[in-house]
């Protein structure tokens, strides 16, 4: 088993950064990767970015050149900085730990992006 416990959310204007963070523990060894995804009041959850095992990411179109994911292999942590900050973009972010039959979820930060 994997859990994941995000962090870093807030409140911040447009055109502003932030970073969140999801710190992993458990089976962390089992992992695939490491994913973020966000769902805005109303609307489904949508894929962000991803990292995976060997390191490799992938952004959605809308964050690309905009947000970053990285990890801390030290810290079983994976960021996500986020910059250039959009106010449609405010939603609750989520990790997701990608294992061989299923994925783990955190519980969501909370991103307001103000106009």
């Known amino acids: 088993q994997v859990q994941v416990l995000e962090s870093g959310g807030g409140l911040v204007q447009a055109g502003g950064s932030l970073r969140l963070s999801c710190a992993a523990s458990?089976?962390?060894?089992?992992?695939?990767?490491i994913a973020w995804y966000r769902q805005a009041p109303g609307k489904q959850r949508d894929f962000v970015a991803r990292i995976s095992r060997s390191g490799t990411t992938t952004y959605s179109d809308s964050v690309k050149g905009r947000f970053t994911i990285s990890r801390d292999n030290a810290k079983n942590t994976v960021y996500l900085q986020m910059n250039s900050l959009k106010p449609e973009e405010t939603a609750v972010y989520y990790c997701?730990?990608?294992?061989?039959?299923?994925?783990?979820w955190g519980q969501g930060t909370q991103v307001t992006v103000s106009s």
């Open positions: 458990g089976s962390i060894f089992s992992l695939n990767g």
């Open positions: 997701a730990a990608h294992l061989v039959q299923s994925t783990t």
